[in-house]
């Protein structure tokens, strides 16, 4: 791992679809990254071991993508003082208010900064991850309000 400033982890493949937009923004606002699979439940070693290493590597946020239960981002969390940004995966049968309510709901004391369920929450948590950055890197600071900036030109002025 080198210069990777945001390590997004989801529990599945099968969640990759809608973790895209985290790294699609993130590469939009040149900020290295890098996706892996690494389940809280399925591979907890592999986990703990990913995430005290990216911790010594350099990287500065953590975002974990998970459904149904989602430990994942609680789990992250535990591991490292670093920022956790956790992202609810649409599950099939509760539509992701379970992914939602386990991130939430966090006991206190271990906080993960918890988004929209699905690729709105993946997208907004590539881009809080870059403002958690921009507070001590100039640069990423304007590329963003670049972005904003461009967001904003973006809505229509005239009546419809
Ligand atoms: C969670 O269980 C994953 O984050 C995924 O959203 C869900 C289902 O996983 P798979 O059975 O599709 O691997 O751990």
Do not use: C, W
Not at 40 to 50: K, N
Not at 96 to 105: K, M, N, Y
Not at 143 to 153: A, E, I, V
């Amino acid at each position: 791992m080198s210069n990777i400033k945001v390590a997004i982890i989801m529990g599945s493949e099968s969640d990759a679809e809608e973790m895209k937009p985290a790294s699609e923004v993130l590469n939009e606002l040149g900020i290295k990254n890098e996706s892996r699979v690494i389940s809280a439940h399925r591979t907890p070693d592999r986990l703990r071991e990913y995430i005290l290493d990216a911790e010594k590597n350099g990287v500065k946020v953590f975002i974990g993508g998970a459904g149904m239960a989602a430990a994942l981002p609680g789990v992250i969390a535990a591991h490292t003082h670093l920022p956790v940004l956790g992202v609810p995966i649409e599950s099939k049968s509760l539509k992701g208010l379970d992914s939602l309510l386990s991130i939430a709901q966090m006991p206190p004391g271990i906080p993960v900064g918890t988004l929209a369920i699905g690729s709105a929450g993946s997208k907004n948590a590539g881009l809080l991850a870059a403002a958690i950055l921009s507070l001590s890197d100039q640069e990423i600071e304007s590329k963003l309000k670049n972005y904003r900036k461009k967001q904003s030109d973006k809505v229509r002025k005239d009546p419809l």
